[in-house]
């Protein structure tokens, strides 16, 4: 489901949000091209999660603005332009692999061959054609992560926001979804994807790398590497924060 509009997917502009008591974004300006990969990395705590839960309108801000395809975060426009993958699988237990994924296509509006045309062409997407009678309390954390993001993909969002989707899938899987990202990209769909494992920043067309709820670059993987002089994405992203610390000795 595609719309027309034609500027950044999200623009964020002095995001502050606090929680349990902690300034987890201080203040953050971002502007997420659309039909790109975007990779959000950063160490586990740097605001990766809540960040995506602001751009999907999840999150309660303490200040600042949240734009997505032109609306305002969270807003009924956005309802079915934006697919959102948390890091738990969000689906039913007790339905089998296609009738979740159907489920969700309906919750989109998609009926009769429509609808059975997108489930085939989703179970195909996410490997999961000989798991489609299954029911998901019987398949493995991996299988069961790639329903829910079957879940998101089956509406084709303008906008997909996925927390860490690759965690617990083997090498092979998780190649493939790369792949995946860059052809739904390739499509005009705009990808927002959260990783930890920094070897996945080279798949993004663009990154955001996160330290403290702050923006500490936001570049191209070939950028990344010639800005620090890395060989590889952990070295780089290693690199900026001993960069950004000998920066605050000598200001301060
Ligand atoms: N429900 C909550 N209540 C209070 N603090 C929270 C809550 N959820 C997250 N935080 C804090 O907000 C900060 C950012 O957490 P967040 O989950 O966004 O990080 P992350 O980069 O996604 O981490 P990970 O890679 O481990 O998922 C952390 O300091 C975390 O402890």
């Given at each position: ?19 349990g008591h ?17 990779g ?8 990766k ?12 801000v ?23 993958v ?7 237990d ?26 085939d ?27 829910s993001l079957?879940a ?26 790369w792949e ?10 705009s990808?927002?994807?959260s ?38 994405a952990?070295a780089?992203f ?14 301060s």
């Open positions: 489901m595609m719309n027309n509009y034609d500027g950044p997917a999200v623009v964020i502009s002095g995001l502050q949000v606090v929680r902690r300034d987890v974004i201080p203040g953050l300006h971002l502007e997420v091209p659309a039909g790109e990969v975007v959000l990395l950063g160490p586990s705590g740097s605001g999660s809540t960040l995506m839960r602001c751009i999907v309108g999840v999150q309660v303490k200040a600042g603005t949240v734009t997505v395809l032109g609306h305002p975060a969270g807003s009924a426009a956005l309802r079915r332009e934006v697919g959102y948390t890091q738990t699988p969000s689906v039913y007790d339905l089998t692999v296609r009738e979740n994924i159907a489920y969700f296509a309906r919750a989109v509006g998609l009926r009769g061959t429509g609808l059975r045309d997108a489930v062409r989703t179970l195909v997407e996410v490997d999961l054609v000989d798991f489609a009678g299954q029911l998901v309390r019987d398949l493995s954390g991996g299988q069961e992560s790639r329903v079957a998101a993909l089956v509406g084709r969002p303008t906008l997909l926001v996925l927390d860490e989707p690759t965690v617990g899938l083997d090498p092979v899987l998780r190649r493939d979804l995946l990202f860059a052809r739904l990209a390739e499509q005009g769909h990808l927002v994807v990783s930890h494992v920094m070897d996945e920043a080279t798949r993004c067309d663009r990154l955001v790398l996160l330290r403290e709820g702050e923006v500490l670059a936001d570049l191209t993987p070939d950028e990344l590497l010639v800005r620090t002089g890395a060989v590889d952990d780089a290693l690199a900026l924060i001993d960069a950004e610390a000998a920066s605050h000795r000598s200001a």
